[in-house]
């Protein structure tokens, strides 16, 4: 069965204060989000990927490399342009606080339905969920080629992409409305997320296995709930 494993990439320079990073500022991992990187590839170290699949984005096939590097049999890293983080379009690079105070009323209404109204000069929600169901549609037909007991032995595919790239995916896989995905969901940088297809073909046939688990960056007395500093 086909087991897709979806992380975010790690911090980057510009994550705090965090900044709308789209596809336009393309920029690479702090040495925190090296170290994020590498604990995630610890816990994932016996899982045995048929592929790795990540953003273009440097941030992104950064994080994929430092993971498929702990094991000599890992896959290639395979960038995939459907994977990009949504377009932000004239608020890239800009904090939430910088955006209210230049563009309050526009910032009000994508808040309300961020599915059907885009960034100023960028994407919407529903432009990347056309992607991310391209994206899954391929991987579930790829799955359903193979014989049937190929079919049947656990195919795990990990997937390195952003945080709302990652969390409209998680709502076209679950069938949650796209306008909900910032009010429902949390992608944090090398999260750990499992999404398994195993009662149906179509990319909104998902269960899911685990959302958003950071256990392997918080050790006690924290939760392993808390998020990234």
């Excluded at 109204?117 to 992607?131: L, M, N, Y």
């Excluded at 997320?193 to 149906?200: I, N, S, V, W, Y």
Aim: aromatic letters at 4%; one cysteine or more.
């Amino acid at each position: 069965m086909l087991t897709l494993v979806l992380t975010r990439h790690g911090l980057t320079p510009r994550s705090d204060p965090e900044q709308h990073l789209g596809q336009r500022i393309d920029v690479e991992l702090s040495p925190a989000g090296q170290a994020q990187s590498m604990a995630l590839a610890v816990r994932l170290d016996k899982v045995r990927f048929e592929r790795i699949l990540c953003s273009p984005l440097v941030r992104a096939r950064e994080t994929a490399a430092i993971i498929a590097g702990r094991s000599p049999q890992a896959p290639a890293v395979e960038p995939d342009p459907r994977l990009r983080e949504m377009d932000y379009g004239h608020w890239e690079g800009l904090t939430y606080a910088q955006i209210d105070e230049r563009d309050p009323d526009e910032r009000l209404a994508w808040e309300i339905d961020p599915a059907t109204i885009p960034c100023p000069g960028g994407e919407s929600g529903d432009d990347v969920a056309r992607r991310v169901t391209s994206f899954l549609t391929d991987q579930l037909r790829a799955h359903e080629r193979l014989d049937a007991d190929a079919r049947q032995a656990e195919r795990p595919i990990l997937v390195v992409g952003h945080s709302s790239l990652n969390r409209i995916l998680v709502c076209v896989a679950l069938g949650i409305e796209v306008r909900e995905f910032r009010l429902r969901l949390q992608q944090s940088q090398a999260n750990l997320t499992a999404l398994r297809f195993e009662h149906g073909s179509g990319p909104g046939d998902a269960r899911l296995i685990l959302l958003n688990d950071l256990a392997h960056l918080r050790r006690p007395p924290k939760t392993p709930w808390e998020l990234p500093v």
